[in-house]
C-alpha cells in the first residue's frame, strides 16, 4: 500500500495512474511504462527529488522531445557513440543500457552519448549495468548552473558522480554511489518548488551575488536565474573541480558546446580484464570485503544499502506528501 495523509493507493494502481499521466502527454505505451519504473525506483530507494516531482515537469516538456531511437555514430569494441539527437535522456539512456552484453569476455568499455537530457537518476542505469557484471563509472551534464560562492556565474552542471559495483546488496540491488557534488540538485529545487520548503543557505544566488532563498524566486521570466553553490561557503573548490572534471568529460569529450548540448557517458570495467594475472573472482572477493569493511562501521553504511534496507522494511508501501498528490492529481 501508499499512504499519504488521508488517500492510500497500491502500488499497482499508483504505477497505473502514472503511466497513463505520460499516455496522455504523448509517449507510448512501452515508453510511458519505462518511464513509470524509473521515477518509481527513485521513489522506492529514497531519492524523492527524482521521483514522481518530476511528473509535471517532465509531461510539461515531452512536446520537445523526439519518439525515436539514439543514433549510433561510433562502434568497436572498446568503445561506442551514439546521438540521442534530443531523445528524452530518460529513454536514450535505458535504450543503450538494455544493449550492452555482460561483462564476461569483455575489457573495457568508453561509451559516450550526445544530447541527452534530462537523465533522472543515473544509478537506475548503474544498477542494471552493474547487475551484467560491469564496475561502471557515470556522469551526465547539464544546463550550466553551478558555480562557486561568491561569483555569479553558472559554470558548470549539476554533475552527478555515480559508482557501481557488481557485488548485491544485503538487501536486493548492487552496491551504487549516486551523488551530486553541488549543495542542492535542480530536481530539489523542483521538490521545494512544489512543495514550498525553502532553500538551504547558501545553495543559490541571483546574478550579481544576491542570495536566494526562497523556491519561488530560482525562475523569473520562465528563465533559471539561480547558480547551486557546491557544499560550503568557503569550502567548495575540490568539489567543484571534480565537478569541472565530469562537465569536460560529458561535454566536450563528445566535440558539444557544453552549453545548449549536454553528454552522458558510460566508463563499463570487467572485472576480469586483469586475467590471467588477477582473476575476476579475486577482484570481486576484494569489493565484497571493502563493503563488509562498511559494513563494520558506525556510521558509514554500505552505498545504496541504506536505500534498499527501507524498502525491504516497508516493501508494500512508501509514503507521499500530500501536496505531490494534490499537484499531480493522483
Given at each position: 500500500?501508499?499512504?499519504?495523509?488521508?488517500?492510500?493507493?497500491?502500488?499497482?494502481?499508483?504505477?497505473?495512474?502514472?503511466?497513463?499521466?505520460?499516455?496522455?502527454?504523448?509517449?507510448?505505451?512501452?515508453h510511458a511504462r519505462e518511464m513509470t519504473?524509473?521515477?518509481?525506483?527513485?521513489?522506492?530507494?529514497?531519492i524523492s527529488s527524482h521521483g514522481l516531482?518530476?511528473?509535471?515537469?517532465?509531461?510539461?516538456?515531452?512536446?520537445?522531445?523526439?519518439?525515436?531511437?539514439?543514433?549510433?555514430?561510433?562502434?568497436?569494441?572498446?568503445?561506442?557513440?551514439?546521438?540521442?539527437?534530443?531523445?528524452?535522456?530518460?529513454?536514450?539512456?535505458?535504450?543503450?543500457?538494455?544493449?550492452?552484453?555482460?561483462?564476461?569476455?569483455?575489457?573495457?568499455?568508453?561509451?559516450?552519448?550526445?544530447?541527452?537530457?534530462?537523465?533522472?537518476?543515473?544509478?537506475?542505469?548503474?544498477?542494471?549495468?552493474?547487475?551484467?557484471?560491469?564496475?561502471?563509472?557515470?556522469?551526465?551534464?547539464?544546463?550550466?548552473?553551478?558555480?562557486?560562492?561568491?561569483?555569479?556565474?553558472?559554470?558548470?552542471?549539476?554533475?552527478?558522480?555515480?559508482?557501481?559495483?557488481?557485488?548485491?546488496?544485503?538487501?536486493?540491488?548492487?552496491?551504487?554511489?549516486?551523488?551530486?557534488?553541488?549543495?542542492?540538485?535542480?530536481?530539489?529545487?523542483?521538490?521545494?518548488?512544489?512543495?514550498?520548503?525553502?532553500?538551504?543557505?547558501?545553495?543559490?544566488?541571483?546574478?550579481?551575488?544576491?542570495?536566494?532563498?526562497?523556491?519561488?524566486?530560482?525562475?523569473?521570466?520562465?528563465?533559471?536565474?539561480?547558480?547551486?553553490?557546491?557544499?560550503?561557503?568557503?569550502?567548495?573548490?575540490?568539489?567543484?573541480?571534480?565537478?569541472?572534471?565530469?562537465?569536460?568529460?560529458?561535454?566536450?569529450?563528445?566535440?558539444?558546446?557544453?552549453?545548449?548540448?549536454?553528454?552522458?557517458?558510460?566508463?563499463?570495467?570487467?572485472?576480469?580484464?586483469?586475467?590471467?594475472?588477477?582473476?575476476?573472482?579475486?577482484?570481486?572477493?576484494?569489493?565484497?570485503?571493502?563493503?563488509?569493511?562498511?559494513?563494520?562501521?558506525?556510521?558509514?553504511?554500505v552505498p545504496g544499502e541504506g536505500r534498499?534496507?527501507?524498502?525491504?522494511?516497508?516493501?508494500?508501501?512508501?509514503?507521499?506528501?500530500?501536496?505531490?498528490?494534490?499537484?499531480?492529481?493522483?
Amino acid at each position: 500500500m501508499i499512504t499519504t495523509l488521508n488517500k492510500m493507493y497500491t502500488i499497482e494502481s499508483l504505477r497505473q495512474k502514472v503511466q497513463n499521466r505520460f499516455e496522455q502527454a504523448g509517449l507510448f505505451e512501452d515508453h510511458a511504462r519505462e518511464m513509470t519504473e524509473q521515477l518509481l525506483y527513485s521513489e522506492l530507494r529514497g531519492i524523492s527529488s527524482h521521483g514522481l516531482v518530476r511528473i509535471k515537469w517532465v509531461t510539461e516538456q515531452i512536446h520537445k522531445y523526439p519518439l525515436q531511437n539514439a543514433r549510433l555514430l561510433v562502434q568497436n569494441r572498446e568503445t561506442e557513440l551514439y546521438d540521442a539527437e534530443g531523445v528524452l535522456g530518460y529513454l536514450a539512456l535505458n535504450e543503450i543500457t538494455e544493449k550492452q552484453e555482460h561483462a564476461e569476455g569483455h575489457t573495457i568499455k568508453y561509451i559516450g552519448i550526445r544530447n541527452t537530457y534530462p537523465t533522472g537518476a543515473l544509478s537506475y542505469f548503474a544498477e542494471k549495468l552493474a547487475a551484467k557484471g560491469w564496475v561502471v563509472l557515470m556522469s551526465s551534464t547539464s544546463p550550466r548552473r553551478v558555480g562557486l560562492y561568491g561569483d555569479d556565474k553558472g559554470l558548470v552542471g549539476t554533475n552527478p558522480w555515480t559508482f557501481a559495483l557488481p557485488v548485491e546488496t544485503q538487501y536486493g540491488g548492487q552496491v551504487v554511489v549516486d551523488v551530486s557534488l553541488s549543495e542542492i540538485t535542480h530536481g530539489q529545487c523542483l521538490k521545494a518548488v512544489a512543495i514550498g520548503h525553502p532553500l538551504p543557505h547558501y545553495a543559490a544566488s541571483q546574478p550579481g551575488g544576491a542570495a536566494i532563498k526562497q523556491p519561488e524566486d530560482l525562475w523569473k521570466d520562465n528563465k533559471w536565474n539561480a547558480i547551486l553553490h557546491p557544499v560550503g561557503q568557503d569550502k567548495g573548490f575540490k568539489t567543484f573541480g571534480v565537478m569541472w572534471s565530469l562537465h569536460a568529460m560529458g561535454s566536450r569529450m563528445f566535440g558539444l558546446d557544453g552549453e545548449e548540448h549536454h553528454g552522458t557517458f558510460m566508463l563499463l570495467m570487467s572485472p576480469s580484464m586483469w586475467e590471467p594475472v588477477i582473476p575476476a573472482s579475486e577482484v570481486i572477493k576484494g569489493f565484497q570485503e571493502e563493503t563488509n569493511l562498511l559494513r563494520m562501521s558506525k556510521v558509514a553504511h554500505v552505498p545504496g544499502e541504506g536505500r534498499m534496507s527501507r524498502l525491504q522494511e516497508r516493501r508494500e508501501q512508501i509514503t507521499l506528501s500530500q501536496e505531490i498528490v494534490d499537484m499531480f492529481e493522483i
